[in-house]
């Protein structure tokens, strides 16, 4: 009985196909810490830095990323947390 469940939702745990990275396909794009409108889509809503297999950038951009919030944060361009 339990090879039936396990046949019924064999398809169910496959994996979504991965993105590249959204600054190795554009040369245009770059990473630079005094554009916060930029950096805001790879941080949460209370702050945090989004990881690498949710946001699907190459680990080379992700440490340029991580380096640019940072300055950001720490030149008030950026909050560190959230409000609430």
């Known amino acids: 009985m339990d090879r039936d469940m396990d046949r019924d939702n064999a ?3 496959r994996r979504a196909r991965r ?3 959204p600054f190795c396909g554009d040369e245009v794009v770059t ?3 005094k554009d ?3 950096l805001r889509y790879f941080v949460t809503e209370r702050g945090k830095i989004v990881p690498r297999r ?3 950038v190459c680990a080379k951009h992700q440490r340029e990323l991580t380096n640019a ?3 950001a944060r720490n030149i ?3 909050p560190f947390t959230s409000n609430e």
């Open 11 to 13: 398809g169910a745990f």
């Open 19 to 21: 993105r590249g990275c």
């Open 31 to 33: 990473i630079d810490y």
């Open 36 to 38: 916060p409108q930029a």
């Open 54 to 56: 949710i946001s699907g």
């Open 69 to 71: 919030i940072k300055r």
């Open 76 to 78: 008030a361009l950026m």
